[in-house]
């Protein structure tokens, strides 16, 4: 099945391609949002984190393979591409849960966003308690041990 998505905004970060890396935590990021999407937004400012879904179009290179080392260690055991947070993949979808520092019309200013500059954002939503989980269990996953 072909799904077609048209971005609902654009990121502005100084978190680039050929920049250097820098910590997920430091990262202030700002969300255009398209325009004529901006009434979208009302009563955002009520939360303090929000999910950001975003499509990694500038990732390193392209989906060949089904497994990977998690966060590109070689330490780590190489596990299945579901199993691992890396932009290599079938459908290149980042997540982020991100704080909500403030919002001045279509542009929201969040921290702890990892998408390069430029990146297109597919979808907003609010993180709530709900989507909170206090105890995953005792399995953990790679690099957890």
Known sequence: MTICMESIGTVRSPFTKTGAR?????IVAEIVVRE????G???IEEWSHLIILFWMD???????????H???????REVGVFCARGRE???????????????????????ALDAYDGSPVLD????DR?????RVGSRRGPGFE
């Open 22 to 26: 820098m910590s997920r935590r430091d």
């Open 36 to 39: 004529e999407l901006a009434a």
């Open 41 to 43: 937004l009302a009563g």
């Open 58 to 68: 500038q990732r390193a290179g392209k989906f060949t393979r089904l497994t990977a």
């Open 70 to 76: 998690p966060r590109d260690r070689a330490d780590l």
């Open 89 to 111: 993949r079938p459908n290149p979808i980042g997540l982020a849960v991100v704080e909500l520092l403030k919002r001045n019309k279509n542009i929201l200013t969040v921290k």
């Open 124 to 127: 907003i939503k609010p993180y």
């Open 130 to 134: 709900y989507d909170a989980v206090s």
